[in-house]
Nanobody, 126 residues
Framework: QLQPVESGGGLVQPGGSLRLSCAASGFTFNNYNIGWFRQAPGKEREAVSC????????KYADSVKGRFTLSRDNAKNTADLQMNSLKPEDTAIYYC???????????????????WGQGTQVTVSS
């Protein structure tokens, strides 16, 4: 079954860092663009960042630019979201998602992603 698998969430103090990882399960990872999304309680799901299948293209939401960095290692079948200078408003469930895009150098946040992980909780609190 094709499904991304997230890991790395947890509790961190404001100003701290976390690294989330998305791994491939049941699909050829380097044929897919990867996106990270988040949803806080009572709020709509928000796009955070994406990376193209080749790894050469990334995009970020304005709310995380300069603080979050998304990269991928196709040899290891992982895409990692490094989150620095975390704020309480970053608290949410973070989801990894994928769509088929072989040899793409660009990614899109505002589109349907066909495959979703179960999510990992990130809590930023003192």
């Amino acid at each position: 079954q094709l499904q991304p698998v997230e890991s790395g969430g947890g509790l961190v103090q404001p100003g701290g860092s976390l690294r989330l990882s998305c791994a491939a399960s049941g699909f050829t990872f380097n044929n897919y663009n990867i996106g990270w999304f988040r949803q806080a309680p009572g709020k709509e799901r928000e796009a955070v960042s994406c990376v193209s299948s080749t790894g050469s293209g990334t995009k970020y939401a304005d709310s995380v630019k300069g603080r979050f960095t998304l990269s991928r290692d196709n040899a290891k079948n992982t895409a990692d979201l490094q989150m620095n200078s975390l704020k309480p408003e970053d608290t949410a469930i973070y989801y990894c998602a994928a769509y088929f895009a072989p040899l793409f150098n660009r990614c899109v946040l505002e589109r349907q992603y066909g495959y979703w992980g179960q999510g990992t909780q990130v809590t930023v609190s003192s």
